[in-house]
């Protein structure tokens, strides 16, 4: 028997393990069995090369748990190591790793998460155990080997009688962690960091029930047995070809990782590379509305088979984190803080590949099947207009399958939207107004009035489309896109021809005297000469106050405290109109009052406006009209 010292100048490495080093313990579980993973990964190259000759056999990693003697047994079946090998890998490398590691990181170790690139991932052990044994047989044809360490840098290491191949791990459970011996706890465990490792994972075993022989009798009672429970898919979809797969398997792989979402993804994006990096993995758009507030996190980064983390900031473009599915690149620097991943020139380099096959993605489905895509176009719409917003290169891709619907429901690209548009909503200035409704609902009237002139009113309601659309703008300097309800029709697209006024300039002033007297100081009053039998008086938003103020409340905008100000609103009051004319003519002071209340109040009622008090008064006063 050897007993001996580990060479580490940091004595307190173990209480450093497990206070510092690993800020979430339960990952021991992960390491040690992505330990076994690899070490029988290894054995089948080199069983494939020629250097091992054995049999490979049908190899797995076995978890056992011991709750009355509060041990965790990890099994694996790969190349073992010899005496000497256990002196280096584990007395040696480890640990130097492990000072690397803390001379490095010591300012960021929480945030690094994933420490197996220092050779750390077998002394995550510590974490959870007061002793820690390993019990090793290598491929070749040397003598087993017994390592045994407390957490001190006291370690033995003997012989040992064990005559089949690989390596087992005995944790002995310390009383702080003794949750881990609750089988509940490491199914859970498996089941969240080794899903889809690339090794069959044995945990206890399950009954089966055998099929019925076709001759049985009616009496025949179905046969179980006990078969091993593994308890992960060796072979998930993302692993796979895309000719390999279905659209059901595509289908079935998303039920896999989400068990509890009942609704179907809208469609899928399998991602496939090997030059200049490796990432392979599955994109789902799931239905996502207009909410903005949509869970994240929702994409799994798997490196090797191995699960990681569902925080995929830096890695995956920020718009695309609203959709579901896996990742899964060993190129991606899992040992650096968030900032650093952002930084590294790799990670941006797979953000941008995984932008353009996205692009792409889209494209190919708007080309094959348009009217599914405009189908589905609800549902997705926010993640696209986010995105075009937040990546350049996106927005570049995006001109050629991005949509705008109308009021009825029929949609167009950007360009198809100019060319139908050219003709009847060019401004006399040669300027392109494009029309938009942010609610049929609440701004039916002034949708109708556009209709009535032959004019497209675009639908477009997402929480960030005041954004989006000064971006086009910016990019147009020819178009525009004004809210229908931001001023009377005649206003919002100006042709040459003007209508009369049927009242004189002096007349106008007098009528603007006496309705400011009844106004509210919240509506800036403005006399147009309109069709006679246009509406007397029109509410309307300035367009450029309220996007200012649209944006300021979503974020940005350029206007600090935008979004605290108050609402302000014109009222266009029809000089042609009847009810102008009487105002006008009114010498009952009373009277005068009340046609200018109930015309407004009416104003505000087709702008959703009229509420409380006010509606309270405007009905009992409509009543009283109507006795």
């Not at 010899?82 to 960021?108: C, P, R």
């Not at 569902?310 to 718009?319: A, K, L, R, S, Y």
């Not at 039916?444 to 004019?455: C, D, L, W």
């Not at 409509?622 to 006795?627: G, L, P, R, V």
Request: aromatic share 10%; with cysteine.
């Amino acid at each position: 028997m050897t007993t001996g010292k580990i060479n580490v100048s940091v004595e307190n490495i173990f209480p450093l393990i497990k206070k510092f080093l690993y800020s979430d313990h339960e990952i021991f579980l992960r390491e040690l069995v992505s330990n076994g993973t690899d070490a029988t990964l290894k054995l089948k190259h080199l069983i494939s090369i020629g250097e091992a000759k054995v049999e490979y056999g049908n190899p797995v990693i076995e978890i056992k748990v011991d709750k009355e003697g509060k041990k965790i047994h990890i099994i694996d079946q790969g190349l073992g190591m010899t005496a000497d090998e256990v002196e280096k890998y584990i007395n040696q490398v480890a640990f130097s790793g492990a000072e690397e590691f803390l001379d490095k990181y010591k300012d960021s170790a929480k945030d690094s998460g994933i420490i197996g690139h220092f050779g750390l991932g077998f002394y995550s052990a510590f974490m959870v155990a007061e002793k820690v044994e390993i019990l090793t047989k290598s491929y070749k044809d040397e003598p087993a080997a017994h390592w045994t360490c407390d957490g001190s840098p006291e370690f033995t290491l003997e012989p040992a009688d064990k005559t089949s191949r690989g390596t087992e791990i005995i944790l002995h459970i310390a009383e702080d962690s003794l949750e881990f011996l609750e089988n509940s706890k490491i199914a859970g465990l498996l089941n969240k960091y080794n899903k889809f490792m690339p090794i069959p994972i044995k945990f206890g075993t399950k009954t089966e029930t055998l099929p019925k022989p076709e001759d049985a009798p009616e009496d025949y009672i179905n046969e179980t047995v006990e078969i091993d429970n593994i308890i992960n898919n060796p072979n998930p979809a993302w692993t796979k070809q895309p000719s390999e797969l279905s659209e059901e398997d595509y289908k079935n792989f998303y039920r896999e990782l989400y068990p509890m979402q009942f609704e179907e993804p809208l469609f899928n994006i399998h991602l496939n590379v090997d030059y200049p990096f490796n990432l392979t993995g599955i994109l789902y758009f799931p239905k996502l509305g207009s909410d903005m507030q949509i869970q994240k996190d929702k994409i799994q980064l798997y490196q090797n088979q191995v699960y990681v983390t569902d925080n995929v900031e830096g890695i995956v473009p920020e718009f695309l984190t609203m959709l579901k599915g896996v990742i899964d690149s060993p190129d991606i620097p899992l040992n650096v803080s968030r900032s650093g991943l952002q930084a590294d020139g790799a990670v941006k380099k797979i953000s941008n590949y995984i932008t353009r096959k996205v692009a792409d993605k889209l494209k190919a489905l708007f080309n094959e099947n348009r009217a599914d895509f405009e189908a589905k176009w609800n549902d997705i719409k926010i993640v696209l207009e986010y995105g075009m917003l937040s990546e350049d290169k996106f927005y570049e891709k995006a001109g050629a399958f991005v949509l705008y619907p109308t009021v009825d429901d029929t949609y167009f690209t950007l360009e198809e939207l100019k060319e139908k548009l050219k003709e009847n909503q060019t401004d006399k200035d040669g300027k392109l107004v494009v029309l938009y409704a942010g609610n049929k609902d609440a701004q039916h009237s002034y949708i109708e009035t556009a209709k009535e002139k032959g004019y497209e009113v675009l639908l477009l309601d997402s929480p960030i489309i005041s954004h989006l659309i000064q971006k086009i703008e910016g990019d147009n300097k020819d178009l525009t896109f004004v809210r229908v309800d931001s001023d009377h029709i005649d206003n919002l697209i100006k042709k040459d021809e003007n209508t009369i006024s049927k009242l004189s300039d002096e007349e106008k002033e007098t009528l603007k005297t006496s309705l400011e007297a009844y106004i509210p100081k919240a509506y800036s009053v403005q006399l147009e000469a309109m069709d006679s039998q246009a509406a007397p008086f029109i509410i309307t938003q300035p367009e450029f106050m309220r996007r200012m103020k649209e944006m300021s409340q979503s974020g940005g905008g350029g206007m600090f405290g935008m979004g605290n100000m108050p609402e302000m609103y014109n009222l266009v009051v029809n000089t042609n109109s009847d009810l102008a004319t009487n105002i006008l003519n009114t010498e009952d002071k009373t009277h005068q009052e009340h046609l200018v209340k109930q015309a407004l109040d009416l104003a505000k009622l087709s702008q959703n406006l009229l509420k409380g008090e006010d509606l309270t008064a405007f009905v009992k006063r409509s009543f009283e009209m109507i006795k």
